[in-house]
C-alpha cells in the first residue's frame, strides 16, 4: 500500500438545485404580469365594478391594499420560486376556459359578485398556465388571497342582523329588562331601538377576517394553527358586535337615552373592535411559529424533492419561446368571452317599451283609484311599472309589478336596491320575510311571503318572478333563467309580481283574501305578461 498514492473514487454528482436560467425566469414571469393586466384590461368593466366599490364603500376599502399585500408575500418568496420553475400547463388552459363561461353565464345573469370572483380567479390559472403546476402551487396563498379583493358580504347581512337582534334582546332580559320584539326591532322601557345594516357587524366581520388570514399565515406554520386562528378571526367579531350592541343599549338605557343613540355609537363600535383585534392578536402571539427557520420558508422543503430535481433537468431544456406561446394562449382564451358577451348584449332587440294593461273582471274584483294603505315597493331601473288597487265585496288588495327589458347592472329585475322598505322610511318596518307555499292556478308554488307594518298598518304580501312564461319566487333559479334566456338569446324579459292586503290581528286573516285573488286574477296577470313580453 505504502509508496503508492492511493486516491478515494470520486462519486460524479449533478447539482439539481441550480435554478433555471435568471434571465429566462425573469422573462417569464414579466410575461406572466402583461398577461395578467392583459386579463384585467380585457375584462375592464368587471374590474372597474371593484374598484368602484372598493372607492365608494367604507366596508370595501380594503381592497385597494390586497394586491400589494399579496405582491408583498410574492416578493418575500423571491428566492424559493426559481426553483418552482416548471413547463407551461395546457390543461390549465382548459380551467380558463371554464372560468371564462362562467363569467359569461354570470354576466349574462347579472350577478355582479360572481363575475368578479371569477375575474380574480383567473389569475391563478393563468400563473399555472404560464409558469407551471409547481409554481402556481408555491404561491398558493398570495394567490388564493386575491379573492378578498372581491367586495362579498352582503349576503351574510340579514343573518348578522338576526344574530346582533337575539343577542341583544337575550341579554337585556338576562340583565332583567323587559323586551318587546318584533324582527330586528325591539322595544325597552326607556326607548325604541332596531338593528339594522350599519349594525350588523359586516364591517368588523371583513375586515378581522382579512386581517386574521394574513396574520396566521405570517405567524404560524402548521396548517392546524393557522386554520384556528382564522376561525377565531370569524367568530370573535360576531360575538363582540352582539356585545357591542347590547353594551350601546345599555348606554342608552341608563343615561336616560342622551348617550350612545347617535354617531357616538359608531365610533364607540370601532373603538371597541380595535380592541378586541389587539387583544386576539396578543393572545394569538403566545403561539407563534414565525421564529422558526423552517416557517420562515415559505416555498417550503417540497421543492427538495426527487420529482423537483427531474423537473428542474427539464427545466433546462425550456424555451421562452413555449412561454410566449403560453402566455399569448392565455389571453386568447380568457379574451373570448367578454367579445362574445359583447356580441350577445348587440344582437339583443332592444324592441318597443312594454305596457302591461290588467283590467278588472265584472262581478268579481274591481280596480278602485284608492290604495289599501301609503306603502309601495322601492324597484329601481324598471322598464314599466303597474301600481293597481282590486276591492271586492269589502277587501282590497294592492297588485304591483315592476317590468323589466334590456337589463343591465343597475337596471335589472334581481337587484340588491330593489328593496320592499328602506332603513331612511320612517313610517314603515320589514318584520318578517318566509316563504309559503300556496296554489298558483293549477300548481302548487313558493313564494316569497312577507310582513310589514306601520304604526297604524300591518299587511302581508306575496311576491315573486316571471320570466318570459316561468315563474319562481327562488332568485337565484330566477338569474339561471336569465342567463340561460339570454344566452339562447330569447330575451331577457322578466318582472316581479307583489300582491299585498292588510290585517288586523294575525296574518291568517290576510291569507284567504290574497289566495282569492289569485284565483280569480292570475290568468289575467298572466296574460298581460306575456302581452307586453311578445311586443
Known amino acids: 500500500m505504502y509508496g503508492m498514492n492511493a486516491q478515494t473514487p470520486q462519486h460524479i454528482t449533478h447539482d439539481y438545485t441550480v435554478a433555471p436560467d435568471q434571465q429566462k425566469l425573469k422573462a417569464a414571469a414579466l410575461l406572466t404580469l402583461a398577461a395578467i393586466a392583459g386579463i384585467l384590461a380585457g375584462y375592464h368593466e368587471t374590474t372597474g365594478s371593484m374598484i368602484s366599490i372598493w372607492m365608494r364603500s367604507e366596508t370595501f376599502a380594503h381592497g385597494f391594499l390586497i394586491f400589494p399585500f399579496s405582491a408583498y408575500l410574492i416578493w418575500g418568496q423571491r428566492k424559493h420560486l426559481s426553483k ?5 400547463s395546457p390543461f390549465a388552459l382548459l380551467v380558463l376556459a371554464g372560468l371564462g363561461f362562467s363569467w359569461l353565464l354570470a354576466t349574462l345573469a347579472s350577478v355582479q359578485v360572481f363575475k368578479q370572483l371569477l375575474l380574480i380567479a383567473m389569475i391563478p390559472a393563468a400563473v399555472w398556465a404560464i409558469l407551471g403546476r409547481r409554481m402556481v402551487w408555491a404561491l398558493a396563498f398570495p394567490l388564493t388571497y386575491l379573492v378578498l379583493a372581491v367586495p362579498f358580504g352582503e349576503a351574510l347581512i340579514p343573518p348578522l342582523i338576526d344574530f346582533t337582534a337575539d343577542f341583544t334582546v337575550k341579554a337585556l332580559q338576562l340583565t332583567g329588562i323587559p323586551v318587546y320584539r318584533e324582527g330586528s326591532f325591539f322595544s325597552i322601557p326607556s326607548g325604541n331601538w332596531s338593528v339594522v345594516e350599519a349594525c350588523s357587524g359586516i364591517r368588523y366581520l371583513i375586515a378581522s377576517f382579512t386581517l386574521g388570514t394574513l396574520y396566521a399565515y405570517l405567524t404560524y406554520y402548521s396548517l392546524k394553527r393557522r386554520l384556528i386562528f382564522i376561525a377565531l378571526s370569524l367568530i370573535v367579531p360576531i360575538v363582540a358586535n352582539g356585545i357591542r350592541a347590547y353594551m350601546i343599549v345599555m348606554t342608552g338605557h341608563l343615561s336616560d337615552m342622551q348617550l350612545a343613540v347617535g354617531v357616538d355609537h359608531l365610533i364607540y363600535g370601532w373603538v371597541f373592535f380595535g380592541f378586541v383585534m389587539l387583544l386576539l392578536f396578543w393572545i394569538g402571539s403566545f403561539w407563534r411559529e414565525d421564529d422558526n427557520t423552517y416557517a420562515n420558508d415559505s416555498a417550503g422543503p417540497a ?6 430535481e427531474t423537473a428542474l433537468r427539464t427545466d433546462k431544456t425550456i424555451s421562452l419561446k413555449s412561454t410566449v406561446s403560453a402566455a399569448g394562449a392565455v389571453l386568447a382564451v380568457t379574451f373570448i368571452w367578454p367579445m362574445y358577451a359583447g356580441h350577445l348584449e348587440h344582437a339583443s332587440s332592444p324592441g318597443t317599451g312594454p305596457v302591461i294593461d290588467i283590467p278588472d273582471i265584472a262581478g268579481k274584483w274591481q280596480i278602485s283609484s284608492s290604495q289599501t294603505s301609503d306603502w309601495k315597493p322601492e324597484y329601481v331601473g324598471a322598464t314599466a311599472q303597474l301600481l293597481q288597487n282590486y276591492q271586492k265585496d269589502g277587501t282590497s288588495v294592492d297588485l304591483y309589478i315592476s317590468y323589466y327589458r334590456n337589463q343591465k347592472q343597475g337596471s335589472e329585475l334581481i337587484n340588491s336596491q330593489n328593496i320592499l322598505v328602506s332603513e331612511a322610511e320612517p313610517g314603515w318596518h320589514n318584520i318578517r320575510q318566509e316563504t309559503r307555499s300556496i296554489a298558483l292556478g293549477s300548481r302548487q308554488e313558493v313564494v316569497n311571503q312577507g310582513e310589514l307594518r306601520s304604526s297604524s298598518t300591518r299587511l302581508l304580501i306575496w311576491r315573486w318572478y316571471w320570466l318570459s312564461g316561468e315563474s319562481t ?8 333563467i336569465l342567463a340561460r334566456n339570454k344566452l339562447l338569446q330569447r330575451g331577457d324579459d322578466g ?22 285573488f289569485l284565483d280569480d286574477m292570475l290568468p289575467a296577470i298572466t296574460d298581460a305578461l306575456q302581452n307586453a313580453d311578445n311586443r
Not at 474 to 479: E, G, R, S, W
Not at 496 to 509: L, P, Q, S
Request: negative net charge; charged residues 25%.
Open 303 to 308: 421543492i427538495e424533492t426527487e420529482e423537483t
Open 84 to 88: 418552482a420553475f416548471s413547463q407551461p
Open 495 to 516: 318582472a316581479e309580481i307583489i300582491i299585498a292586503t292588510r290585517y288586523e290581528d294575525t296574518r291568517e286573516e290576510a291569507v284567504p283574501v290574497l289566495q282569492g
Open 473 to 480: 319566487a327562488n332568485p337565484y333559479l330566477a338569474k339561471f
